[in-house]
Structures are given as structure tokens and as C-alpha cells.
């Protein structure tokens, strides 16, 4: 019979909770995010709180739609990084004493490397770069020699949280991203700061510049439309570079940015002038996930007393073993 898994993550501001089987069944995944005051951003310890408050009833709504007891559970994933402390250690807590309580194993998952493979499993690509674009991470990364290697990233906010800030900032509504995507579908373009050097990125002097023009007379529409153009035209031209470098021929897509339809358009286009093909993961396990937690720990199988646990808010996906994958050759 195939292993079941029991997962949650709450990293930041999202508690997600799934089970999944080790034939890659997603059999249940449910999720309760906190949102912030209006102008403000996370809070860490009030997402904390909501953690605590949804986290277990998260929990037992997953075990009911999978029609599972927890003593069928064969082992519990949980995520311990990277993300915010507080918000990490709501989840680490809860797993801890339920692996006590039920006796069963617990598999420290990486955020990053989760996300991956979620995406691996729902679009089925093989071998792809990976644009990992969210409001805790932007990567651009490929596997090889037994790690998901960085080949470009951030060198300051990643383009997920220069997006909700710029968005408070203009005094757009949550949800921040496709309110974003909705104010851009009628602007026009301006100029904005644009900051590629080598293969890394830079998004926090495009926030201050597009404030700046905000609070000069410019429309919110023309602000947002100019900086996804532009912000998206830095991911594209750092992923092309990437899939030249390693000859790889597919472009992955994962993380909450990936829901955005114009970066998806842009990277489309991208791949088809390079003959490359694109993947999207499904929005449904874009932004943070509990069964991308629970797919990834199926994989892993490194099992860790529950006592051991801890987080690694710092945790990066260079720094993971991925021993379920072998080198293309």
C-alpha cells in the first residue's frame, strides 16, 4: 500500500495542511492565511496567532476530506525552512506533538525545494530550469550534481514582496498580486529602474522609483503595468541566460508569482524563441501549500526523532541533499 503523509507549512503567513500518497495522489490540501491590517505587511507574531488559532482544526478538516484517521498516517512532513521564526515554530510545535502523541516519524522539508517538487509532480517536466518567484523567494535554479543549484537570485526583496509593498504603497486592496495583475491590464508604460547584474536581480530601488512616480501624478495602472514589464523582463532575460548555460529545454514555473498570466506570457515567449517549453505549476499549489510539504517529505524520507526538530529560518535550497533524483546525463 502506499505511503500517506500528513503535512503541514506555515513559514509565513499561510497554515497549509495536506496528505498525499508516495504514488503522488494529493488526497486532501487545505489551507487559512492571515491577512494583515490595510497598509500594513506581515506581522510575524499576529500570523503566529492565526497559525495557532486555525493550525489544528487545519489539520483535522485535511484528515476528514481524506477520510483518514491519523493512525493511518504513516509519517508527518512538516517544514522547518526557511521563513519567518515565529511563524515556523507554530508548526514545528504542533508537529512535534502530534508525532509524540501518535508515535510516528517526522521528515524536515525545505520551502523552496517543496515547491519544486510539487511542480515536478502536477506538470510532470523532468528536468527544467526553475523560476521560483514568490513573496519570500526569487531563484532561478536547475538541478545538477545532487543539489538544486542557484544560478541567480534576489539581491535584495523578492519580486513577490516588492510587489505587495509597492501595492500597499499605491493603496491597492488584499489580495495584493492579483489586484496588481488586475490595475496593470490598463496602464501604460513609464520608465522604471532596470537592475539585472550578471545573473542576479534587484527590485528594491524599482519599488522606491515606482513610488516616487506614484506620488508624482503617475496612475496606479501605469506604475503597476510599467513594473511588471519590467520586473518580468529581469526574470526572463536571467532564465534565458540560465537555459543557454546548461542546455536544459524546459522553464518550470513555481511559487505564488507564478499565477501572474503577463510573467507567464513573457517566459512563454521567451521559451518558444529558444525552443525551450514552459510549465506553470497549478495555482492551486503556487502560493504556500500543504501538500507541496507532504510530496517533498514522501521523497526525502529522512526521518528525525521528534525531539530533534527545529527550524532554519535561513535554510536555503542550495543547501539540500536531494537524493531522489539522479543526474541526466
Not at 508515535?103 to 502536477?122: D, S
Not at 513609464?190 to 550578471?198: A, D, L, R, S, T
Not at 504556500?288 to 524520507?301: C, P, Q, T
Request: net charge neutral; hydrophobic share 40%; with cysteine.
Amino acid at each position: 500500500m502506499a505511503l500517506r503523509v500528513l503535512l503541514w507549512s506555515s513559514r509565513r503567513n499561510t497554515f497549509g495542511a495536506g496528505i498525499a500518497t508516495s504514488e503522488g495522489n494529493i488526497l486532501a490540501n487545505e489551507k487559512s492565511t492571515y491577512m494583515s491590517k490595510k497598509g500594513s505587511g506581515i506581522i510575524p507574531n499576529e500570523a503566529a496567532e492565526h497559525h495557532k488559532k486555525f493550525g489544528t482544526q487545519m489539520i483535522s478538516d485535511v484528515l476528514k476530506k481524506a477520510n483518514l484517521d491519523i493512525s493511518e498516517i504513516d509519517f508527518i512532513s512538516i517544514a522547518v525552512g526557511p521563513g519567518l521564526a515565529p511563524c515556523l515554530k507554530v508548526g514545528i510545535d504542533i508537529a512535534k506533538e502530534l508525532a509524540i502523541k501518535n508515535k510516528k516519524p517526522i521528515v524536515e522539508v525545505n520551502h523552496p525545494v517543496a515547491h519544486i517538487e510539487i511542480g515536478k509532480l502536477t506538470t510532470q517536466s523532468e528536468d527544467p530550469i526553475i523560476l521560483y518567484t514568490s513573496g519570500g523567494n526569487t531563484q532561478i535554479i536547475a538541478f545538477t550534481e545532487g543539489r538544486y543549484r542557484i544560478f541567480g537570485e534576489t539581491m535584495d526583496v523578492p519580486v513577490g514582496n516588492a510587489i505587495d509593498t509597492l501595492a500597499r504603497e499605491i493603496g491597492l486592496s488584499q489580495p495584493y498580486g492579483p489586484n496588481f495583475d488586475i490595475a496593470a491590464k490598463t496602464g501604460k508604460y513609464i520608465n522604471m529602474p532596470y537592475v539585472v547584474k550578471g545573473m542576479d536581480l534587484s527590485f528594491s530601488g524599482m519599488v522606491t522609483d515606482a513610488v516616487k512616480k506614484f506620488k508624482s501624478g503617475s496612475s496606479a495602472e501605469d506604475v503597476c503595468y510599467s513594473f511588471q514589464e519590467t520586473a518580468f523582463s529581469m526574470l526572463a532575460e536571467v532564465t534565458e541566460r540560465a537555459l543557454a548555460h546548461t542546455g536544459k529545454n524546459e522553464v518550470l514555473l513555481v511559487g505564488g508569482v507564478a499565477a501572474s498570466k503577463r510573467m507567464q506570457k513573457m517566459i512563454e515567449t521567451m521559451c518558444e524563441e529558444r525552443g525551450a517549453k514552459m510549465f506553470v505549476v497549478p495555482k492551486e499549489y503556487s502560493g504556500d501549500n500543504g501538500a507541496m510539504i507532504a510530496w517533498a517529505g514522501l521523497l526525502s524520507k529522512k526521518f528525525v526523532e521528534p525531539e530533534k526538530v527545529d527550524m532554519s529560518p535561513r535554510w536555503r535550497t542550495d543547501e539540500v541533499d536531494i537524493s531522489w533524483l539522479k543526474q541526466k546525463s
